[in-house]
């Protein structure tokens, strides 16, 4: 997507959200192509977007809080 | 905060539930949500003063408190209370001859009994005539919810901010002071051969409790592995009491009972977690109530990190579910949503806990009873 074509899309006096997902998807593309972000970052991060679902994952982390030993411990 | 004078009196439920009464031409300092409650009862029309709530020469700014008194006012729960207890210890170390009075809900005002460092405790709504008696005010309405430092920095830390102290790590952790006629109450509970699990069926909104069946599952493994080494009691307010009864039925009642605030009193609660030997719960009272006696605490976080209740807490792991929520923003990804009442996202999935509070399951809880000792290898 070049200037010309963004600007063409900030002309729009609408758009739709099929629109949207198409020049959503075109930016991602490119900015993975260029190498500034990684196609699983993106999937882990907006994949309710892009599947039209909500589905969340992540990691659990432990964290020992002992003052006395004046440190907090990750543990796991 | 505004000033507001009704024609009428009225009474309602804040957002914390506590009854709140506005009695007919007093002036009282209330937060601007009330107004917009006030209006939704259609009772605008009885509105005769809103004013700004100003009086800034009175604000508290670290000023010398000697022979001199502060009043502290805060609507909000047990934790919202307990993070003021340490700062108000240091501010009476520091000034012996003050006087410190707290203003708070009637609910929660038996958190102050026996603790010399409050010297009244009054209720909500505060009347300006009552902080007009006072040298100066801290006002706390709002220091966690509308804070945006509050997403990254401890509670106890922004609390003593607005007192102007900072105690020393060993001052850090609030006090309570149970009754001996309250111990005697709660004694049957606890069984002295065991180890006594408190655990809180949920926190006071569905965002930041667990889903019921992560304990069921913990309370039948740990059976089924240790017999006769546990006995679990599952605090739950009034209204969560049917649904937490289920838990007798799921599993062995011999070695699980109810506490629930349709028999017992705050007070009460305080002395059951005083005699036991294990704390665990999602964000609510009772892990701060645990602190107090320094249990070991496991804490069950995920619309904010643990780190931000807990940092100070002794023998106390946080759990923490980092994920990848469309809602999360900052190191931990949170949505630092914790006083409404469900997540939105878990209402997109049509499901009542949320998504971050659902990836947890009991070899997390098993961990951390084991590094916190409570599970002993001797009895494995």
């Known amino acids: 997507m070049n200037e010309e074509e963004l600007n063409l899309i900030l002309k729009k006096q609408h758009l739709t959200i099929s629109q949207l997902n198409d020049y959503i998807n075109t930016f991602i593309e490119i900015i993975i192509e260029k190498g500034l972000v990684s196609k699983q970052e993106i999937d882990q991060r907006f994949q309710h977007i892009f599947r039209g679902t909500y589905e969340i994952g992540g990691d659990i982390i432990l964290t020992k809080y002992n003052v006395e030993e004046n440190e907090n411990i990750t543990v796991k | ?380």
Do not use: W
């Open chain 2, 1 to 380: 905060m505004r000033i507001l004078q009704l024609n009428k009196s009225l009474k309602f439920l804040d957002d914390s539930n506590n009854e709140i009464t506005l009695k007919e031409n007093i002036d009282y300092i209330v937060p601007e949500i009330f107004l917009i409650k006030i209006n939704s009862f259609g009772f605008s029309k009885h509105i005769v003063k809103d004013d700004e709530f100003k009086y800034e020469e009175r604000k508290y700014k670290g000023q010398d408190l000697k022979r001199k008194s502060v009043i502290v006012f805060r609507n909000g729960g047990i934790g919202d209370l307990m993070f003021f207890f340490p700062a108000v210890a240091e501010l009476k170390r520091k000034y012996k001859n003050s006087k410190v009075v707290v203003c708070c809900s009637n609910k929660y005002s038996d958190l102050f009994l026996g603790n010399d460092d409050f010297d009244k405790v009054i209720h909500l709504p505060l009347e300006l005539e009552e902080l007009l008696k006072y040298d100066y005010y801290i006002q706390l309405q709002g220091i966690i919810e509308d804070n945006k430092d509050a997403e990254t920095r401890n509670a106890y830390d922004l609390h003593n901010e607005r007192f102007y102290v900072q105690p020393d790590e060993d001052n850090m952790i609030p006090k309570l002071f149970p009754q001996k006629e309250e111990i005697n109450k709660v004694e049957k509970y606890i069984e002295k051969d065991k180890k006594n699990i408190v655990i809180a069926y949920a926190a006071s909104v569905p965002i930041r409790s667990v889903n019921p069946d992560l304990y069921i599952n913990l309370i039948q493994s740990l059976n089924k592995q240790y017999k006769d080494k546990f006995n679990f009691i599952i605090v739950c307010t009034p209204s969560q009491e049917n649904e937490a009864k289920k838990i007798l039925n799921i599993c062995d009642n011999l070695t699980t009972k109810i506490f629930t605030g349709r028999e017992h009193k705050l007070r009460e609660l305080i002395a059951l977690v005083s005699l036991s030997n294990c704390v665990i719960s999602p964000d609510s009272g009772l892990i701060h109530i645990g602190a107090a006696f320094k249990k070991p605490l496991i804490g069950i976080y995920g619309p904010f990190s643990s780190m931000l209740r807990m940092k100070y807490y002794r023998n106390a792991i946080g759990l923490d579910s980092k994920t990848n929520c469309i809602m999360g923003r900052g190191e931990m990804n949170c949505c630092f949503q914790h006083g409404e009442g469900s997540c939105k996202i878990a209402r997109k999935r049509a499901e009542i806990y949320s998504p971050c509070m659902t990836l947890y399951n009991i070899e997390e809880l098993i961990f951390s009873l084991k590094n916190l000792k409570i599970i002993e290898d001797e009895i494995q």
